[in-house]
């Protein structure tokens, strides 16, 4: 039997379980009503949760859920672990699209707590993504057109606490900032613009 179910009040708490369960055994702890009643705006907290997991260990703040379109239930989930790895691309979106596995993704949709690199957005449209919700444009932002492009439908809807952890996390790590989006050799030779 589920812990959550559609009596649990839906908030950060239940939430947050959901962002630290192992997405196999998420059908232990996730009723499908409680599934069902989940919004995107959930989903991206979720995505937020995982952002804030990553900062906690000492990552980039970045996170991501994939859900199945039909059933609303999450197929995948990751964050960002650049740091705790030492892998230099394994970031939210790559972390949860290996976690999901060999599944059609056209089928899904990725909530990604921050605006995805160069990277992400090519992997998310050859994996054929029909949808890709991002909470963070505030801090980084340019490759939503690349994905409408590519057919991959795109929605904005930040997320207040994602926004922030991302500036704070900016503010007080540049070089780690720039080493995910641009590599080491940027750090090592930064270029002036």
Known sequence: MAILTKRTQINDAALDAVAHMPTRSLPVLISGEFSSALNDADYMRIAVLLAKKSYQEGGCPIGAVIVDNLTKRIVGKGHNTLVQEDHPYNHGETSAIRDAGRIDFSKTTLYTSLSPCDVCATLLYMRGFSKVVVGDVTNASGNESLLQDKGVAVEILEDP??????????????EQDLEDWQGVSAVNNPRVL
């Open 161 to 174: 606490m994602g926004v922030a952890l991302y500036a704070k996390f900016r503010e007080e790590k540049p």
